[in-house]
């Protein structure tokens, strides 16, 4: 039998329709015609997707298991998502809730190159939480941003990222940010002896991202962030598998507006395509996500999972210092806290309140 995939949907449905709905999502998620047209039997054994399993949830909602040929994916990223749910994320019945991947589909891939065992070697290699900060608000020139940059560095800070809002734009130019943030770490490091890495946002189409990478290569950094629902999961993939020595951040950015479910989005999937951290919101911050779908991302992304090294989760989007001893009691030691606006508010005491942070997470202890 040809090797197979398992996508997992939570359907909205009468009882007395839904064996008829999980047909139709199978039939629509593989050859996307009525069956009577087709005439090869081939592609009706092998092609069209099988209704597996439908589990009643309760409420109206049902778990349906539909497995689907692994040779209509390929080994790109854009089609998995494609054959798991790109007809389907049009009916607002259907969320794809999770998904199962033969061995090999996860392999061709090859998950994180550098992982949370890389990213903790390039911050100085103690098993411990991780830090990181942004660089705000977006509309700052280049030199201020990079000024920014110098007085989180001074504080300790293990990795600071751009805003996710930041691109190349004609008030910070990337090539030109990339290279006044990077001098003024390299001017810190000098004094302090202390590196801190900066971590650029990738924006544009392939080879505008090509070109950016290059960019960042060139001044000496070795980790960047990319929006992959943005610059699509092809893209995305192919620039992980090109430069297996640079680390990628992944920033969740437009993954709400698809009915997938963020532990299969961000735990599975970017982590299988190559993202080294995974960027998503913390509970209790701006965003709605709750406690436990926070833990299932974490867990998921650090999983042994297909030989994978694991993902570093990074909790974020309105953080606080006060909530650090919660944070790590949640997620323990494996994790990167990221604190953005909250350290910017400290103005001009912002290199204190980051060294108190930094210190917090290296010095704290379960209780």
């Not at 392999?107 to 900060?133: D, I, M, N, V």
């Amino acid at each position: 039998m040809p090797s197979r995939l398992t996508a997992i949907y939570h359907v909205r449905s009468d009882a007395r329709a839904i064996a008829a709905r999980a047909q139709a999502v199978a039939v629509e998620q593989s050859v996307e015609m009525p069956l009577s047209a087709i005439q090869d039997q081939q592609i009706l054994d092998e092609i069209v997707g099988r209704v597996e399993d439908i589990n009643d949830l309760g409420g109206g909602t049902f778990a349906v298991r539909i497995g689907l040929s692994r040779a209509t994916v390929g080994d790109d990223g854009g089609q998995l998502i494609n054959m798991l749910f790109g007809n389907s994320s049009l009916q607002d019945d259907v969320v794809l809730h999770d998904a199962e991947f033969p061995d090999d589909l996860v392999r061709s891939f090859g998950g994180p190159r550098q992982g949370l065992a890389g990213l903790r070697e390039r911050a100085g290699g103690e098993k411990r939480a991780l830090t990181c900060s942004a660089l705000k608000p977006q509309g700052l020139p280049p030199d201020r941003l990079a000024e920014l940059a110098a007085r989180f560095a001074r504080g300790g800070i293990d990795y600071i990222k751009d805003d996710h809002g930041l691109a190349d734009q004609a008030y910070s130019p990337f090539a030109a940010r990339v290279g006044a943030v990077a001098d003024a770490l390299r001017a810190v490091e000098r004094e302090t002896g202390h590196r801190t890495r900066y971590v650029p946002s990738l924006t544009g189409d392939l080879d505008a991202l090509r070109g950016q990478i290059a960019a960042a290569r060139n001044a000496g950094l070795d980790t960047v962030m990319v929006q992959p629902m943005i610059i699509g999961l092809s893209s995305f993939a192919k620039l992980v598998r090109e430069n297996p020595d640079i680390a990628f951040f992944a920033h969740p950015t437009l993954a709400g507006a698809a009915r997938i479910a963020p532990p299969l989005l961000f735990g599975k999937i970017f982590r299988m395509l190559g993202a080294d951290a995974l960027v998503f919101p913390n509970y209790g911050g701006r965003f709605g996500y709750s406690p436990d779908l926070c833990r299932q991302i974490a867990r998921i992304a650090l999983a042994e999972w297909h030989g994978l090294k694991p993902a570093v989760p990074v909790p974020a989007g309105g953080m606080s210092r006060k909530r650090v001893p919660e944070m790590l009691d949640f997620y323990g030691s494996e994790v990167m806290l990221l604190i953005g606006g909250a350290l910017l508010e400290a103005r001009e005491r912002l290199t204190q309140e980051t060294a108190a942070f930094v210190a917090e997470v290296k010095g704290y202890q379960h209780t």
